[in-house]
């Protein structure tokens, strides 16, 4: 027969005040530190260099290959029809993006054949209507001329 002994300890008692004390501490060593925060709209904190949201378009490169509809994980990227006359793309397909819903996983930056999608630093976009989706036209525009 095996006995099983099982042996139960008393949990350390510790004096109140050292950890009272090594939480002063740890206040003192960061209340003279320099804050990390930034304020944002007069200070811009550093992007780093590989940093991509803003999808832009060249509408002159599309050639209407739906390839980024296709690659886009969660269905972000539609195409639309639009009158415009370009002998590249003879259906008038182009890209309609919605950022709403848009990982930024830059698989249709990568896909696309003649480079006509690509992203950049640009990631202020807020808009005060309520659709994110962005038209062919609107993306070919830089922000601060795309109506709001």
Same mark, same amino acid.
């Given at each position: ?60 490169? *599309?050639?209407? /290959?739906?390839? =980024? @509809?296709?690659? +886009? &994980?969660?269905?972000? %990227?539609?195409?639309? !029809? $639009? ?18 819903? *848009?990982?930024? /996983?830059?698989? =249709? @930056?990568?896909? +696309? &054949?003649?480079?006509? %999608?690509?992203?950049? !630093? $640009? ?26």
């Amino acid at each position: 027969m095996v006995r099983l002994v099982i042996e139960v300890k008393e949990p350390r008692r510790s004096i109140p005040i050292i950890g009272s004390l090594s939480g002063m501490m740890l206040v003192m060593r960061h209340l003279f530190r320099k804050p990390v925060t930034v304020q944002y709209p007069e200070e811009k904190s550093k992007l780093p260099d590989r940093f991509r949201f803003r999808i832009f378009l060249k509408l002159d490169d *599309c050639v209407g /290959c739906t390839l =980024c @509809e296709q690659v +886009c &994980p969660n269905g972000s %990227i539609t195409m639309q !029809h $639009v009158d415009r006359e370009n002998p590249r793309n003879k259906r008038m397909i182009y890209p309609d993006v919605n950022f709403g819903t *848009c990982t930024v /996983c830059r698989n =249709c @930056e990568e896909i +696309c &054949p003649t480079d006509a %999608i690509y992203l950049t !630093h $640009v990631f202020e976009t807020s808009r005060t209507r309520n659709s994110f989706t962005y038209s062919p036209e609107e993306l070919a525009m830089q922000e601060d001329e795309v109506k709001k």
